[in-house]
């Protein structure tokens, strides 16, 4: 089992920058792929960045390339996704997920374990 905690969301003026930390229990949690998620009102949770178990393979959708960044301390069990230049249309509820599998996955019905969530509010 593991269990995901998820801290660092807060409100910023668009063009500021935020550290999100998915913390999290569980031995195995150094063999599994996270992925961040986010959940706007009235929208779809979509896949945000997502990092395999060793790192060596990161994944992110087309409109946050460039201005976000996903790594991993699996020493400390935990995920980091900074965020720069953030923009009113990053606002949303922000997850962290473990697939339970060591690649990288996109489709949120595919993870087992989530956070909570964390509010992440880009005012213009």
């Known amino acids: 089992q593991v269990q995901l905690a998820e801290s660092g969301g807060g409100l910023v003026q668009a063009g500021g920058s935020l550290r999100l930390s998915c913390a999290a229990s569980?031995?195995?949690?150094?063999?599994?792929?996270v992925a961040w998620f986010r959940q706007a009102p009235g929208k779809e949770r979509e896949f945000v960045m997502g990092i395999s178990s060793t790192g060596t393979a990161i994944y992110s959708r087309a409109s946050v390339k460039g201005r976000f960044t996903i790594s991993r301390d699996n020493a400390k069990n935990t995920v980091y996704l900074q965020m720069n230049s953030l923009k009113p249309e990053d606002t949303a509820v922000y997850y962290c997920?473990?697939?339970?599998?060591?690649?990288?996955?996109?489709?949120?019905?595919?993870?087992?374990?989530w956070g909570q969530g964390t509010q992440v509010t880009v005012s213009s």
């Open positions: 569980g031995r195995t949690f150094s063999s599994y792929a």
């Open positions: 997920a473990a697939s339970g599998t060591a690649s990288v996955l996109s489709n949120p019905t595919l993870f087992a374990y």
